[in-house]
């Protein structure tokens, strides 16, 4: 089984951060995310956002302890029951779509999946009257959840929220 990589935590900027064996840095965060908040218009606690980015411009080659880092960090997450995660890909690279299966890959071979749902939607937001863009978007949650249903009917709200006439 392979290892993770050592990872420190600053308190300050509230990341994780490690170096791989190819000196290419990166940085995990839990950021707090409103818009379930706002979508439903009551208080919704515990929804984050979760951020990973490569701090160095180096192309990595293939490492499978990166993932494996990751995966360690955010089963720390999940520990607190009450924590839910969203994750988004947007188009706006053209690397969305491969970043989002990337993604499900991770959560198929972990061993989470017993314990953490995982829910997955394609939103389709409209621009203008040419133009759309995708967000490939997943929301995890633990089973143990006592807000889970309230989540989920929140989660499938989002792409009709967004669309809606300004």
């Given at each position: ?95 969305a779509k491969l970043r989002h299966e990337i993604f499900n890959r991770w959560y198929q071979n ?57």
């Open positions: 089984m392979q290892n993770h990589y050592s990872y420190t935590f600053d308190i300050r900027s509230e990341t994780y951060s490690f170096t791989t064996k190819n000196k290419i840095i990166y940085k995990v965060a839990f950021l707090v995310d409103e818009s379930f908040t706002a979508i439903s218009g009551e208080e919704i606690p515990n929804v984050f956002q979760l951020i990973v980015e490569k701090t160095t411009d180096e192309i990595e080659p293939f490492d499978a302890s990166v993932s494996k880092t990751i995966e360690h960090i955010v089963e720390k997450f999940f520990h607190k029951t009450e924590n839910s995660l969203i994750y988004i890909c947007s188009e706006a690279n053209d690397k972990s061993r989470y999946k017993t314990f953490i749902v995982k829910l997955d939607n394609v939103i389709s937001i409209t621009i203008n009257t040419t133009e759309t863009q995708k967000l490939y978007t997943s929301f995890l949650f633990h089973k143990q959840n006592s807000n889970f249903k309230r989540l989920i009917e929140i989660y499938t709200q989002i792409e009709e929220t967004l669309n809606e006439e300004k």
